[in-house]
């Protein structure tokens, strides 16, 4: 059974990068096969995907994130990270990893909260 | 990108019920389209994918339908653990899109 699992600070202080982990278990990321994402949701709202990447290091990300994201991949590790840069109170969400087959996401981590102030 | 549409936002039924939530894209889809239900606290769990086919473990009183731009889920006969927010996704296009979720409550 593959699990995920967020890693990272809870809070971020405004203009400064946002930076989280997922750790994967139960499978190996460059077994290939699956892309890798992640997904926030804002407090209350609904849920917004924010990129994923593959175990060769190819990326997509949502063109409203994409100047301020970075998704990369540590296979060594059986992770894969998140930065968001330049964040604002708009950052604040639940970040979620998941694992992506053909498109949709079929496991996730349990979410963490990141909280954007000062 | 693409929007999606659910309705209604909230439903209000009792354990037994048939229970049906819609989801409406912006533009086709053909049948790129999942069904997620979330639990307060909870991470989404996936329960249709390519608009009809059952995920794995998932209950066959959950079914989905449609293709193009609109779309269903349906709860056969609704017990007490799936009182949750269902949220439809669209995997057509880059961004991938959600729906802004169908609240399920305890009538």
């Known amino acids: 059974q593959v699990q995920l699992q967020e890693s990272g600070p809870g809070l971020v202080k405004p203009s400064q990068t946002l930076s989280l982990t997922c750790t994967v278990s139960g499978g190996s990321i460059s077994s290939g096969g699956y892309y890798w994402s992640w997904i926030r949701q804002h407090p209350g709202k609904g849920l917004e995907w924010i990129g994923y990447?593959?175990?060769?290091?190819?990326?997509y990300y949502n063109p409203s994130l994409k100047s301020r994201v970075t998704i990369s991949v540590d296979t060594s590790k059986n992770q894969f990270s998140l930065k968001l840069s330049s964040v604002t109170a708009a950052d604040t969400a639940v970040y979620y990893c998941?694992?992506?087959?053909?498109?949709?996401?079929?496991?996730w981590g349990q979410g963490t909260l990141v909280t954007v102030s000062s | 990108d693409i929007q999606m549409t659910q309705s209604p936002s909230s439903v209000s039924a009792s354990v037994g019920d048939r229970v049906t939530i819609t989801c409406r894209a912006s533009q086709g889809i053909s049948s790129w389209l999942a069904w997620y239900q979330q639990k307060p606290g909870k991470a989404p769990k996936l329960l249709i994918y390519?608009?009809?086919s059952l995920q794995s473990g998932v209950p066959s009183r959950f079914s989905g339908s449609g293709s193009g731009t609109d779309f269903t889920l349906t709860i056969s006969s609704l017990q007490p653990e799936d009182f949750a927010t269902y949220y439809c996704q669209q995997a057509n296009s880059f961004p991938h899109t959600f729906g802004g979720g169908t609240k399920v409550e305890i009538k």
């Open positions: 990447i593959y175990y060769s290091g190819s990326t």
């Open positions: 998941a694992r992506t087959h053909t498109r949709y996401f079929d496991y």
């Open positions: 390519a608009a009809s």
